[in-house]
């Protein structure tokens, strides 16, 4: 009925003792099959996985259901479709603003392939969360920010 979109850190954060742990996501084989759009980062996709190897993490991801694969790193944005690795190098001038990136890079991304191919959602999605993170909290620029910063450093 409509595209599916996780980002499985909801699935791998537990309360315990106080604090946060990360665990394996039990039901991910089941369930990964609805999923269209999965982002991870690279920590959690070791962590489904069992792989630090992002591309190969992204190829495991992928046959186990889920459509497009997009894995965040702190140097650069990654997405498998099944067909082709995609990469995007993060490119901020400056780490004010970290808290919030695999969110801003995810919901970028989605919105963008409503109407764009994977290499430009990438981009701009990519483009978007460089500049966010020189700003401590969310983003709150505009389009035409966006538009610029890739015209500049894309």
């Given at each position: 009925?409509?595209?599916?979109?996780?980002?499985v850190q909801c699935m791998l954060r537990w309360e315990?003792?106080?604090?946060?742990?990360?665990?394996?996501?039990?039901?991910?084989?089941?369930l990964l099959p609805y999923v269209r759009f999965l982002?991870?980062?690279?920590?959690?996709?070791?962590?489904?996985?069992?792989?630090?190897?992002?591309?190969?993490?992204?190829?495991?991801?992928?046959?186990?259901?889920?459509?497009?694969?997009?894995?965040?790193?702190?140097?650069?944005?990654?997405?498998?479709?099944?067909?082709?690795i995609y990469t995007c190098p993060i490119k901020a001038?400056?780490?004010?603003?970290?808290?919030?990136?695999?969110?801003?890079?995810?919901?970028?991304?989605?919105?963008?392939?409503?109407?764009?191919?994977?290499?430009?959602?990438?981009?701009?999605?990519?483009?978007?969360?460089?500049?966010?993170?020189?700003?401590?909290?969310?983003?709150?620029?505009?389009?035409?920010?966006?538009?610029?910063?890739?015209?500049?450093?894309?």
């Amino acid at each position: 009925r409509a595209m599916l979109a996780i980002d499985v850190q909801c699935m791998l954060r537990w309360e315990e003792n106080g604090g946060m742990v990360y665990r394996d996501w039990e039901a991910k084989k089941e369930l990964l099959p609805y999923v269209r759009f999965l982002k991870t980062d690279a920590a959690e996709a070791e962590i489904l996985t069992g792989l630090a190897d992002r591309v190969e993490a992204a190829k495991v991801l992928y046959g186990w259901g889920a459509k497009e694969i997009l894995i965040t790193h702190n140097t650069e944005v990654l997405v498998y479709d099944g067909k082709e690795i995609y990469t995007c190098p993060i490119k901020a001038r400056s780490l004010g603003g970290r808290t919030g990136r695999g969110d801003t890079t995810f919901a970028c991304y989605i919105n963008e392939r409503l109407t764009q191919d994977i290499p430009a959602a990438l981009q701009t999605a990519t483009a978007l969360v460089s500049l966010k993170m020189e700003t401590p909290g969310p983003y709150m620029g505009t389009r035409a920010d966006v538009d610029a910063y890739i015209k500049e450093f894309y």
